[in-house]
């Protein structure tokens, strides 16, 4: 019997593959537990239309992401934190800091998106990869200045 995966099975194969199996095994596994539907004609249409609705779908994130990155390609993100003699940080700058200031310039982007490696604990300039898509990664400019001395 020939039936259509609806979810990935290791020993069968990834979702919308048609695959032979037992009749039993489809009767009393597959088809019971929703994992797999009979391959009929009007399935395998249906199955051919949920993946040009899902690749539409991708496609469209896709852009999205890539319109994101050439926004976040411009923006240099310039903190300014207090510092000790040798430039070290009284404290550090995290993701959720660097996230603050671009909702500031109007970029709202989740804080887990900004894939910083560690906390930043010294003055100067650092490129901070942000995965707005697993396709598409920005670099973001981040510039941590020490505050000028009052004299």
């Known amino acids: 019997m020939k039936v259509i995966l609806k979810e990935n099975i290791d020993t069968l194969g990834h979702i919308g ?19 797999a539907v009979e391959a009929t004609e009007k399935n395998a249409k249906a199955l051919e239309h949920v993946k040009r609705q899902m690749a539409y779908r991708k496609d469209k994130v896709t852009q999205a992401a890539k319109l994101l990155l050439a926004k976040l390609e411009g923006i240099t993100v310039e903190l300014v934190h207090q510092a000790g003699v040798e430039g070290k940080l009284f404290g550090s700058v995290t993701n959720m800091e660097i996230a603050a200031f671009l909702k500031e310039k109007g ?19 650092y490129s901070v990869p942000v995965k707005l898509h697993p396709e598409v990664t920005a670099s973001l400019k981040v510039n941590v200045s020490a505050p000028a001395a009052a004299e």
């Open 17 to 35: 593959d048609i695959v032979k199996v037992a009749p039993g095994y489809a009767r009393n596994y597959l088809l019971p537990k929703g994992l």
């Open 107 to 125: 970029v709202d982007i989740d804080r887990k998106k900004i894939a910083l490696a560690e906390p930043i604990k010294q003055v100067g300039e």
